[in-house]
């Protein structure tokens, strides 16, 4: 690597009227982008923006942030936050864009990538990209509900089509999207396949608006590669902001993890989910977190078995103890069959 990736990430950014003083953002993710995660990356710092978890458009206008596991947040955290949110008709997208802009987030960003087929099913996610007029619909609906940053997050479509990928890019800047966030695979696809950057630079290519490019970035020298064969203007991370949440600081900011980042990061982890929800969930979160976390082991599938078996927060603990007990060794790029 002859230049450091922070030379592309640490330059501001317009989107909109607003402006983020660096190039990398966490990923709209379904199950893990809830407070606690973000609360821990906060930590560490290095972000341009965050992304809540996936809600329920439906919900959200009448939604409680003290009892709802997703639509909840630290006041802190508005001013670089955006709430992700899925829904199939423009009417309860936009009321739900109107309530988001009410609470102060930065901004909402759509989900038209999940490809679960629980979402799909329901018509949302995924399952709008067979639908261009009524996704545009939608996106026009919400620029014209609410003044702050409207994101979109999308995939390849349904299959392998350049022409279909820039039509799409197009049609969501022209309803009034502010930033694509671009995951270059087909929706059957569930990561069984490398995803094709070069759909990312066509997309870039289609638009004026800010384009951030997703899929398959482990090390910096992925970063690095990214910006210069798809030209995007930024970053999205997921998973690896699951397993390494300083990422965003060793890239960004040039954070040096030392030898304990490992166990310190997932002791704090544990803390921080039991100061936002109940023992019972927060085992449960950890537990969504652990693939993740173990992936970055050489042999993260015995680590699994043992954090997956606890029953409390405590138990987590003591497993925690016991795993670090034997000094693991770690691996450079994680082993991605435990990335779920």
């Keep these: 690597m002859d230049e450091p990736l922070s030379r592309y990430l640490v330059k501001n950014l317009a989107i909109k009227d607003r402006v983020i003083q660096n190039r990398i953002i966490l990923a709209p993710m379904a199950g893990l982008g809830h407070i606690a995660l973000r609360h821990l990356i906060s930590e ?34 508005l001013g670089y936050l955006v709430c992700q949110i899925f829904g199939s008709d423009p009417e309860s997208m936009a009321a739900a864009a109107v309530r988001i802009e009410q609470e102060g987030f930065f901004g909402v960003d759509l989900n038209f990538g999940c490809s679960v087929a629980a979402i799909c099913k329901k018509g949302c996610g995924a399952a709008l990209l067979k639908n261009p007029d009524l996704s545009s619909r939608i996106v026009k609906s919400v620029r014209n509900a609410v003044s702050i940053p409207v994101f979109v997050k999308f995939r390849t479509g349904w299959k392998n089509d350049p022409l279909f990928v820039a039509d799409m890019a197009g049609r969501f800047e022209e309803a009034g999207a502010d930033a694509l966030t671009f995951h270059p695979r087909v929706a059957p696809d569930r990561r069984t396949r490398p995803p094709q950057w070069d759909m990312i630079r066509i997309v870039q290519e289609a638009v004026a608006i800010p384009v951030f490019g997703n899929g398959n970035l482990f090390e910096e020298k992925d970063g690095i590669q990214m910006f210069r064969q798809t030209s995007c203007q930024g970053l999205s991370i997921g998973r690896m902001a699951v397993a390494r949440p300083w990422l965003f600081a ?33 085992v449960r979160l950890f537990k969504k977190y652990a693939p993740y976390f173990c992936a970055n082991f050489k042999f993260g599938h015995q680590f699994l078995k043992k954090l997956v078996c606890a029953e409390t927060m405590t138990d987590i603990r003591n497993n925690l103890i016991s795993i670090f007990e034997s000094n693991p060794e770690t691996l450079p790029r994680p082993n991605i069959n435990l990335f779920l």
């Excluded at 993890?257 to 039991?274: H, Q």
């Design 250 to 282: 060793q890239w960004a900011n040039k954070f040096m993890p030392g030898n304990d980042i490992y166990y310190k990061t997932a002791l704090r982890f544990s803390e921080i989910l039991s100061d936002h929800f109940d023992d019972l969930f927060s």
């Design 44 to 77: 560490f710092g290095g972000f341009g923006l965050l992304f809540t978890g996936m809600c329920n458009a439906k919900a959200i206008p009448n939604e409680n942030p003290k009892t709802s596991s997703v639509f909840k947040w630290r006041k802190e955290e």
